[in-house]
């Protein structure tokens, strides 16, 4: 069956840095796009990342563009999400996600989600940004 593993997050400094690792399993990880997600307290699932099953196409959300980097590595069945400048508000609980096809779709922050936009996802990693 399909199993996605989330590992890496934790408590950071405001500035700090952080790197996620998905860990994915039970399907052929080249063939699909990748998203990561997050969920912060009170509110939705907001997506964050995507990119493309050969890692030729990427894409963030405008909060995060610049300091997030997402990227895979297909022999190994992981995607990554490195975040740097890390802020207060970047705290949440960090979910990655198995698309449906080969590439992703961008969500804006304020979409709501019914669980039917993905096939799979994770059981989350917490990050917390915090003094």
């Known amino acids: ?23 994915a399993s039970g399907f052929t990880f080249s ?32 909060s995060v563009r610049g300091r997030f980097t997402i990227s895979r590595d297909n022999a190994k069945n992981t995607v990554y999400l490195q975040m740097n400048s890390l802020q207060p508000e970047d705290t949440a609980l960090y979910y990655c996600l198995k698309e449906k096809t080969n590439s992703f779709t961008y969500y804006s922050p304020d979409y709501p989600y019914t669980g039917g936009e993905y096939e799979y996802r994770g059981q989350g990693t917490q990050v917390t940004v915090s003094s």
Do not use: F
């Open 31 to 62: 063939n699909y796009g990748m998203s990561w997600a997050r969920q912060a307290p009170g509110k939705g699932l907001e997506w964050v990342a995507g990119i493309y099953h050969d890692g030729s196409d990427l894409y963030y959300t405008d």
């Open 1 to 23: 069956q399909v199993q996605l593993v989330e590992s890496g997050g934790g408590l950071a400094q405001p500035g700090g840095s952080l790197k996620l690792s998905c860990a």
